[in-house]
């Protein structure tokens, strides 16, 4: 019977591994994302690392970090077509991401794991 | 019965090249010129029919994987209804740039035969190979294609949002061409495909 417990005890660890593991398994697919920004050339005024017309996709992830609503909120962000200040002080709407939500979600998650 | 046959066609050699005893020079010319119309017409039609949306996906090759890819993005469906189809950006509007990329196309006849991307994965495989011809041929054009319509002088500061516009007058002064930035605007960009400066 005391086997049987710390067996199950040992099972149910393990599992509760597995589900905090989780997460980073469904880390973002770098490859798709990356191929959604080109394809919405997103890439055109953000750089991975590189400031363009727009901040570089590190110092946004850095502004979102530790937010706990980063996510829906960078989503937003790419599809309501947000107002945004240029650096030559000029204002205009974003550009609207074209991706269904699943894509748009991956792009997101990579976004701000930069 | 050998000997008689080069006589034979000795003799309509000489009838071709004898003047005509029966009809008149006014009546060969009238001939020749409504043949000459009805033949060139008859060449144009089929030319022409050759260019149409209808035409370009009577082919699986293009109706199950360019053509889906097309009918999702701007040149197919916009909210002004103009509409490019497939001949409108890969076959040149001049009659003799046109001649030459009908010719050079009928080796996509020798790509049917061979079935060298008869399946989706086929495509996939060769769709970097077949964007960089395309890409070539406009960029070695300064997109001729795309300026039947687009013109850097139409483009209105107005209409454009501010970092469009800027881009577009910073190319049009650098002497860019459209396909330089605009690449995979009607279908899917090649997966091995990298933009000059992502990072």
Redesign the interface.
């Known amino acids: 019977m005391t086997l049987l417990r710390s067996s199950l005890s040992i099972a149910t660890l393990m599992a509760g591994t597995l589900l905090l593991a989780a997460p980073s398994a469904q880390a973002a697919d770098e490859e798709a994302a990356k191929a959604l920004a080109r394809e919405n050339k997103c890439l055109t005024c953000h750089g991975i690392s590189k400031d363009k017309d727009g901040p570089s996709f590190k110092k946004s992830a850095e502004k979102y970090k530790g937010k706990a609503d980063a996510e829906a909120a960078l989503s937003k962000h790419l599809t309501s077509g947000a107002k945004i200040k240029l650096p030559d002080g000029t204002e205009e709407a974003h550009k609207i991401v074209k991706a269904d939500p699943a894509q748009l979600k991956n792009l997101v998650q990579w976004i701000l794991a930069q | 019965m050998e000997s008689s046959n080069p006589g034979q066609n000795k003799s309509w050699w000489s009838v071709l090249k004898s003047p005509s005893a029966k009809y008149s020079l006014i009546g060969l010319l009238a001939f020749g010129f409504v043949s000459g119309i009805v033949f060139w017409g008859g060449f144009n039609t089929v030319l022409e029919a050759t260019n149409t949306l209808e035409f370009c996906t009577t082919c699986h090759e293009m109706r199950d994987t360019v053509y889906p890819e097309y009918k999702e993005t701007i040149h197919y469906s916009n909210r002004s209804g103009v509409r490019a189809i497939c001949s409108d950006c890969h076959v040149p509007k001049i009659w003799a740039y046109k001649m030459v990329r009908k010719i050079k196309a009928s080796g996509e006849i020798w790509g049917k035969l061979t079935g060298s991307i008869s399946t989706p994965e086929k495509f996939e495989a060769k769709r970097m190979e077949l964007a960089t011809h395309e890409w070539d041929r406009l960029k070695s054009t300064d997109s001729r294609e795309c300026r039947n319509c687009h013109n850097f002088d139409a483009m209105s500061p107005q209409a454009q949002?501010?970092?469009v516009y800027k881009?577009h007058m910073k190319a049009k002064a650098e002497g860019q061409t459209c396909i330089d930035?605009h690449k995979?605007i009607a279908h899917?960009?090649p997966?091995e495909?990298?933009?000059p400066?992502?990072?």
């Open positions: 949002r501010g970092t881009k930035c995979g899917k960009l997966k495909y990298r933009e400066d992502e990072e």
